[in-house]
């Protein structure tokens, strides 16, 4: 009776899978798709297991495999480039729950080894930065190979730098930063024309494509936002005058990578000079519009919003945690829809709370989802690193990784020197951003996509970008070291320097109270 009900109630024609619109021959006819064949394998349990019994030798990896992924209801699908897809999303005539248990698996993997390797370096009295990094490395392709599909960890794990922007936002002033303001920005600009200057230069006398030089210039002068603020937090160092400008700089980095994405195509030949103007003219006027919006947005509906969500969370702050991470979430996602990049809204949605009196409380409410996000996103960051290809041209990855942080240290600190301040805060400076930052990777990846640089330029890049990274923290721990020796010989000034930094650290404290006064 209840079969006849149902068959009555939900017949066959309503799940009709008469082809419509979204069918797949008018989405390749609407996108103007190429088609390209694929091998789709289907895996039989009992002949694997067999297979697996009587002829491959047990691996590590094999532990953290998934059952589910070699049943008889498991498609999996192979391009024509190796790209290896589960199909786990059949199309069904009633609606059903999908469960991605590789994606739960990874996240296991990574969370798990993170926490290892945080733990181990901690323990040892080392930064666990380095522990994530090493951790991503050790589970990663390059290492034991227990992660080997990083799209949709990678993808999870960009939450990591978005809340972490949003963090950086919240604990940055305003006050100060028109105090830093001159050599953020125009220091920031003058050290990416520098490189692009010297290294097109370099490629010039040494007979390469200038445009292959240009690239890795403006490469080159990336630092990473993530890992820096992070030290700079962990340190307390983000109130030292050396903490704002390293923190300007590194704002006004995230802000071109948008106007860099846009200089990729001009330099790989597939657009004119004209067409690349007016990408990057195009971006700078959609910049300007949606800080316009921001900036009215802060004094109108921010702060309102917020008391709003202080008083309905009374009780508990389950809501208000829930706004603000909404609220920074949307700005970044358009942000990103805008055709600027994730970190600039996810940044902007921080400062944006910071003028109200709210910062404090928000920082609290959020530090603990940045903190998780920010150890995914480094140990991603860590899987990137290979340690057989580290280990097959070590002597010219350390090679380039020395000269990487020689160059970009002298350059940036000869442009912080030149808007008047001590050479002791341009050293510190200079030190803190010599290294290679996460965003070099997607910059890599579309100038590889645009033939932009060859294959062996691409690996040694990619090396000494994941090298960079990883001698950061050695790079943090020195710099005391360096800083008192400079001391010692007389090549930093011991009091006068500090002194002539004063007025401009009580110029903005008194800025700063000035304007939570008003």
Known sequence: MFGRVLDKEFSDSDA???????????????????????????HDKKNDTQQANSSRPFQIGDMFGSQNENSDDTETVIDKEDNVFV????????????????????????????????IIFSCLGQPVIVGYLLAGSLIGPGGLNLINEMVQVETFAQFGVVFLLFALGLEFSLPKLRVVGPVAVLGGVLQIALFMFLCGLTAALCGAKLSEGVFVGTFLSMSSTAVVSKFLVEKGSTNALHGQVTIGTLILQDCAVGLLFALIPVLGGSSGIFGGMMSMGRLLLVLSIFITVAYMMTWSFIPRFLKLMIQLSSQTNELYQLAAVAFCLLLAWCSDYL????????????????????????????????NLFAALFLASIGMLIHFKFLWNHVDILLAAVILVIIVKSIVITAVIKSFGYSIRTAFIVGLSLAQIGEFAFVLLSRASHHHLIGGKMYLLLLGTTALSLVTTPLIFKLIPVVTQLGILMRWFPSESGVQNELPLQEKATMLDVYNRTL
């Open 16 to 42: 009709s899978e008469v082809p419509d619109k979204n069918s797949f021959n008018n989405s390749i006819s609407d996108h103007q798709a190429v088609l390209e064949t694929v091998a789709v394998i289907t």
């Open 87 to 118: 199909m786990s999303n059949r199309k069904t005539k009633y609606p059903t729950l999908q469960l991605d248990l590789r994606l739960i698996k990874d996240l296991v993997v990574i969370i798990v080894s993170a926490t290892a390797g945080g």
């Open 339 to 370: 055709g600027l990049s994730l970190e600039l809204g996810s940044f902007l949605a921080g400062v944006m709370i910071s003028t109200t009196d709210f910062a404090h409380h928000t920082l609290e409410q959020v530090e603990a989802i940045r």
